[in-house]
């Protein structure tokens, strides 16, 4: 009975607890001690009652390498914008802790070294204690053995064999095992030595040169008013002079004039040195400008409209340089022509369009190497309307002025008056020269041009002998406007012509656009009679030019706001396009026999490919800013694909072609059948 009692009261004890347990909310077990229930959850007082939806719902939180005390307003400055930039990137390394330890891993070659050396230097003297015990133990052998042998010599005794065997007591095996250095012990684990070395610092050189000082002299005057207005009044009748002599001179000099020219420039350049480094300062200053407009030329040179891809074969102008001269401030820009052979040059014509506001006229000459200064720089008492250049010689430029002169500058020559120039007496125009084209040399090799005016006379200009001979090549009349005076004679109204183009195979033929909207077709052979005539366009034609690449297709535009499409053998056009404002010019691209650009006096360029639409323009941009500006002329490059526009403010404006502009023509193979009879 005794025993069982306890027994009881731990029942009672289990029940108690399970029923405090059960109050409590947590279930435990039979057999629990108390130290096990401090296990149940206890909640503090404060602590929110969230439903099971709430207590499910989860809370995402991006952790990021950013460092939120690291500063984001780090400004440096730019050396080449020369302001102060905000620096995008900001280093986000936090360090909380760094030590420097000199701990070296035993796998690395460092440690490896040490262990090496360690092990040799054990072994070394393990050997040397391993020598100084064996050579101890010979020396108390060879006593006893000494001692042997004389008492062998006594008893005449033979040497004992088991003697010798018990000498050589070590095993065979030990000598075969190598021995094993015993390892050192550290004394101090943190006994570490650092090493460091330093390289010698080269000395510094200072490299100087010293040149021969210039010669001086010292020069010391007095000057009052009266001296200084008597030299400038030398200087303006010496100036006076020589504008007298070069308006004075004739076409025919003589040598001993060419001479005393050659002389008097000899001594002016000896005087003026700034002569002597034309061509470094030139040099110079495309260098700077190449630096200046950088941007612009990497873009000339690499960009490409990635774009185009998703345009549907529709393209952009971008533009590059802007072409501007303050002397030409507010001439219009009346003609352009690219060098034929330095691509990188143009030509460009001032003047004025406006019969009221005629003044001095311009011929500039830019190159894209320098925008900023043109190259070489002409002045005309009248407005220039047209030029062209030579193909054989690219140095000779012949322009029609609005007086009716024509005149040819050399650009090898250092003048600032044309070489040639047409007289009242040498038969010059009595109307504005609307157009001027080089033509092949005549039989006797002599430079030869035609020009087209509104006074209706198409003449043909040759130079002979250093002089400008002209000849009527043909009288544009219009036809059915003939009217007879009562004394029986006949008044033919005058055609003016406005434009002309040469065939590119067809030597003796050529069309010519009048004032009246009729274009006609005629021949270098035939002066009386037209070939063909076509009713054009309502109002003057501004640009008449044939296909580069068909023989007969050519193209027209007029200010009644269409361009035009021909076959000279048909005379009514193929294409019409109205661009809803006047048409100042057109032009055929060089590498496409369907892409041609076009402008108008709304600021726009148009740039059309029949190839790709034959209804509308691929390309409608505006080119000027302002709406008061009209755009003139227009010129692609032969090589570059690039194009000029010039407008009524004597700016040139360079714009470059996006890739769906100049998409170059699918060649069509013909495969020749060949018949067999």
């Known amino acids: 009975m005794p025993p069982k009692q306890p027994r009881k009261s731990s029942l009672n004890i289990g029940r108690g607890t399970r029923k405090r347990d059960e109050d409590s909310g947590t279930e435990v077990g039979e057999g629990t001690d108390e130290w096990s229930q401090s296990k149940a959850t206890v909640r503090p007082p404060d602590q929110l009652e969230l439903t099971d939806a709430e207590l499910k719902e989860e809370f995402t939180r991006i952790l990021t390498a950013n460092n939120p005390h690291a500063p984001q307003n780090i400004v440096r400055y730019s050396f080449k914008e020369g302001t102060y930039k905000l620096i995008g990137f900001v280093n986000q390394l936090a360090v909380h802790f760094s030590q420097v330890g000199n701990l070296i891993p035993k796998d690395s070659d460092e440690g490896r070294r040490q262990n090496y050396r360690d092990e040799m230097a054990a072994g070394s003297q393990e050997s040397i204690k391993v020598v100084l015990s064996d050579t101890e133990n010979l020396e108390e052998d060879e006593e006893p053995k000494e001692a042997e042998a004389e008492a062998e010599a006594e008893t005449g005794s033979q040497i004992d064999v088991p003697t010798v065997e018990a000498v050589e007591t070590v095993p065979e095996e030990e000598l075969m095992t190598p021995r094993q250095p015993k390892e050192r012990k550290l004394t101090n684990k943190f006994n570490f030595s650092e090493r460091a070395s330093q390289t010698f610092n080269n000395l ?74 034309t061509q470094a300062a030139k040099i110079v200053e495309r260098m700077v400008n190449q630096n200046t407009y950088d941007d ?26 802007k072409f501007q001269n303050d002397k030409a401030k507010h ?24 019969f009221m506001k005629q003044s001095r006229g311009m011929l500039l000459l830019y190159s894209m190497k320098n925008p900023s200064f043109p190259e070489y720089t002409f002045s005309s008492d009248s407005g220039i309307m047209c030029l062209d250049m030579h193909m054989d010689h690219p140095y000779l430029v012949v322009v029609g002025h609005y007086d009716g002169n024509v005149a040819i500058y050399n650009l090898k020559k250092p003048q600032t008056q044309p070489s040639f120039r ?44 250093s002089e400008l001979v002209h000849t009527d090549v043909i009288k544009l009349k219009v036809e059915g406007s003939t009217t007879e005076v009562p004394e029986g004679l006949q008044l033919h109204t005058v055609g003016c012509g406005t434009a002309f183009d040469f065939h590119k195979e067809i030597n003796y033929m050529f069309l010519v656009g009048t004032e009246e909207g009729k274009i006609y077709k005629c021949s ?54 109205d661009l809803n404002s006047a048409v100042g010019d057109v032009a055929w691209s060089p590498y496409s026999s369907t892409v041609f650009a076009a402008v108008t006096t709304d600021g726009k360029a148009h740039v059309f490919d029949l190839a790709v639409n034959k209804y509308e323009a691929i390309c409608n941009q505006p080119v000027v800013a302002k709406k008061k500006n009209k755009i003139t002329h227009v010129q692609f490059n032969p090589i570059y694909p690039i194009i000029i526009i010039g407008d009524d403010r004597g700016h040139v404006t360079c714009l470059k072609l996006s890739p769906n502009l100049r998409k170059m023509p699918k060649l069509n193979l013909v495969r020749e059948v060949k018949t067999v009879s």
Request: with cysteine; aromatic share 12%.
């Open 422 to 465: 047409s007289t009242a007496k040498s038969g010059k125009h009595t109307d504005p020269v609307w157009q001027v084209r080089w033509q092949k040399d005549d039989m006797d090799h002599n430079l030869n041009f035609f020009s087209v005016s509104s006074d209706g006379r198409i003449v043909s200009w040759t130079l002979v002998k």
């Open 331 to 354: 001439l219009a820009v009346t003609a352009l022509c690219w060098n034929p052979k330095y691509k990188d040059l143009f030509a460009v014509g001032h003047g004025s369009y406006d």
């Open 204 to 277: 510094l050189r200072d490299r100087d040169c010293q040149m021969e000082p210039p010669p001086r002299t010292n020069f010391s005057a007095t000057a009052n008013q009266w001296e200084i207005y008597d030299a400038y009044m030398e200087e303006l009748e010496k100036q006076e002079k020589t504008k007298e002599k070069e308006k004075a001179k004739t076409p025919v000099a003589k040598k001993s004039g060419k001479m005393a020219m050659r002389k008097l420039t000899s001594m002016e350049s000896q005087s003026d040195d700034i002569t002597k480094v």
């Open 296 to 321: 612009v030329a990497q873009d000339f040179k690499y960009y490409e409209d990635a774009a185009d891809e998703y345009r549907d074969q529709e393209g952009t102008l971008l533009p590059l340089w």
């Open 524 to 577: 270098k052979s035939y002066s009386s009679q037209f070939l063909d005539t076509y009713d054009a366009h309502n109002m003057a034609v501004d640009a008449v030019t044939w296909n580069p690449y068909h023989a007969k297709v050519f193209m027209s535009c007029s200010s009644d706001w269409t361009v035009k499409i021909w076959d000279h053998t048909i005379k009514t056009p193929m294409f019409i396009y």
